[in-house]
């Protein structure tokens, strides 16, 4: 009778072991670590306040594109910004593996919806839109053969943040392409007004 207690209770102790070290394991991983403080500023829910982008769903190569940019200072660079200067600075101790490893995991995340918005009259929004950004960054085969992000389900304040840095030549990259030089032309036209019109739109008509 004691030996058939005992077996029960061995293999309880034996497994509460192993799991207490696979979490263990799981809560000291390099990547977990990384994750968590991307979380911060990234999620949807941080309690901090932050312009910073949603990261979920983005496509792995242009995650991989951008933490390379902030790795090499070729984002993050303006002194008066300083969520993208600490930004540069973490990705600057990121090795090339650590980057593949948060871009595949954030590319297999599903995206999540900002609602948050700006000012703005989202009708004018709604014709510079479909002028100047619905091509690349709207359709499937544009976003393909420009590399360019999902955009509409991003924080309309880093929308607008955006606009603002491609306009006055404060969002570089570490390779140029006709793409990129196009964005930066198309930001430049486009008056303060017309970045805030062009976001309003887009958090006010998409909801995905």
Not at 34 to 44: A, D, G, P
Not at 125 to 137: A, D, F
Not at 150 to 166: C, D, E, K, M, V
Request: aromatic share 8%; with cysteine.
């Amino acid at each position: 009778m004691k030996k058939m207690l005992w077996f029960p209770m061995f293999g309880a102790l034996v497994a509460l072991s192993l799991y207490s070290c696979a979490s263990d394991r799981s809560s000291s991983h390099p990547l977990h670590a990384q994750i968590t403080q991307c979380e911060n500023c990234h999620s949807l829910a941080t309690n901090i306040p932050s312009t910073a982008p949603s990261l979920d769903g983005m496509t792995e190569d242009y995650l991989e594109e951008q933490l390379a940019n902030f790795k090499h200072a070729k984002r993050g660079i303006d002194p008066t910004d300083a969520m993208t200067l600490s930004m540069s600075q973490q990705a600057k101790t990121l090795s090339d593996e650590q980057i593949s490893l948060i871009a595949d995991y954030y590319s297999r995340r599903t995206r999540q919806l900002s609602k948050e918005s700006v000012s703005g009259n989202a009708k004018n929004g709604e014709r510079l839109y479909k002028e100047q950004c619905e091509g690349c960054h709207s359709s499937m085969l544009g976003r393909y053969f420009t590399n360019s992000p999902r955009i509409t389900h991003l924080r309309g304040s880093y929308l607008l943040a955006q606009l603002n840095q491609f306009s006055k030549s404060q969002r570089v990259v570490v390779e140029d392409s006709k793409h990129k030089i196009k964005m930066a032309a198309v930001a430049k036209n486009l008056s303060e007004s017309d970045q805030s019109n062009i976001v309003a739109f887009i958090k006010e008509h998409y909801t995905d």
